[in-house]
């Protein structure tokens, strides 16, 4: 069978279709994007009156936002410390607040539109999943009460095991990711917003009033841009292709044997371990989300991924049955910050990335934040997300091993070896020489195969085929592909060129 991931939340979600753009429009506030991001920042400008459009390529909650492990709190695995020295107290503290608004935002909303999301109020934590790491978290706990985070040191932890200490953050949230951004987007709509699905952005045109070309021909004039993608689809002056990198997840839901206690719960180090109960109809649900790794960069066989998460999920409650397996992925900056704010002084056109995987707070935080600065020219936090703070120079080991690496990888892939077609698979896809020139290949179950020039659109570096999903995925900025060549996600803008699709049998005996 071909790859049918789906996430629990796409799958027991609701979602409302809008309708594809089919005119071209002039609008005050272009929004493209509708994930958590692009749809809280349309809700909080229809509450202030306005009356934005939001674009996007697929349906609501397709990316990032539609696969979490649906935590919302202000406890990001080890992150106050980081930030403490690398910014100082006051920047940490800056965080705490800002994602302190966002929860309390979420709390609002939920009631003020009595949004049925199953929110619910758990202590979150973080655990030493190693003795090694078991500073970390100490470290990270003394950050916490300098701060004034209410927070606990737990130091013999029952759960989980091999759980070398652990740090709890009291009242922190988890909800139905799904629900809750298409019950936003309802809001947003009833209060004056227009969505438009199907409709892709793919090119800018950075001028005063800004104009967006559509894949399907239209354009959009707009005097406010929003890029609500994840990776930003302009880049402006930011060299972001250097400063974000993509880091994909894998997660599963099962219905557990047994019960375990309360709260979420994240290791510190690898492999990831990222755990909280979710209740259906009155029935608990374990969400088991992990095994992280640089997109286009992982192990031979993904599909391996899963199976750790379920192996995991039996240790701490048992298995009964698998609900739902899927993965997806999100950027990382150097610093753990995301970029929020105009991507140059002056202009009209905003950011929000990077938010290392606690996107469900900084994507709400962030669509308050460009809310303020279109309708007031000014929001709080604007510095500490600024894309001009010294990020890079700040982190020198992240930035050599991984900020530096997508570059590296443009050049090595061309150097690689390919394989030949031998012992191709039903189901498999690697890289071969075809009419020479490098060549991805993939053989279905139906014994076709499609032959892919796997060069990315975006800056042409070669992918690798991702076994688990059955996708074409790039190494160095996250650019996704469907073993048909379709764009599914990332920074390209085009989709890859067909070479041959044909009989498995007639390329063998050909
Ligand atoms: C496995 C996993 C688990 C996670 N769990 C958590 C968690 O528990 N808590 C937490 O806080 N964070 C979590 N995160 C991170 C969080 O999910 C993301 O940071 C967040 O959802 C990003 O939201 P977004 O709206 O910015 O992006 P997305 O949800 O990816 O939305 C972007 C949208 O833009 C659209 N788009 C892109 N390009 C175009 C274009 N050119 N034209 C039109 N539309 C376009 C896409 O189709 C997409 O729908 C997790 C991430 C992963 C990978």
Redo the contacts with the bound molecule.
Sequence with gaps: MESQNISYWNKTGEKTSYPALDRDMETDILI???????ITCAYCLALKGLRPVL????E??????????????IQHGIIYSNIERKHGEEAASLYAQSQNSALNFVRETVRRESIDCQLMENTAYVYASTIKDKTSVEEEYEAARRLGIDAELIIKPGFPTGNFGMLGFKNQLVFH?VRYVSALAKAAVSKGTKIYCS????KVEDEDVKTVHCENGITIRARHLVM???YP?YDGPNLFFARLYAK????VAVRPKRNWPDGSFINTGEPTR?IRAHVENGDRVLIV?GENHPTGRGDEDMESHYQKLITFASEIAGVDEVLAKW????YDTPDQIPYIGRISDNNNIYV??G?G???????TL?GNMISDLISTGSCDYEGLYSRTRSDILTSPLKTITEVFTPIGELIKSKLEGTEDLSGLERGEGRVIRFEGQKAGIYRDFDDRVTILDITCTHMKTELNFNSAEKTWDCPAHGGRFNTEGKLL?GPP?HNLELLYQGKFSDLIDG
């Design positions: 493209i994007g509708g994930g958590i991001t692009g674009i996007e390529a697929g609501l909650c397709d990316g990032t936002t539609g696969n979490t492990t649906g935590k919302v709190t990711s409709t892709k952005a793919i609500a993608t994840q689809i994909r997840s894998y997660g990222s989300v993965s997806a992925q999100d929000a990335s938010y995987k606690w996107g469900l707070s900084n994507g962030a996600e803008k």
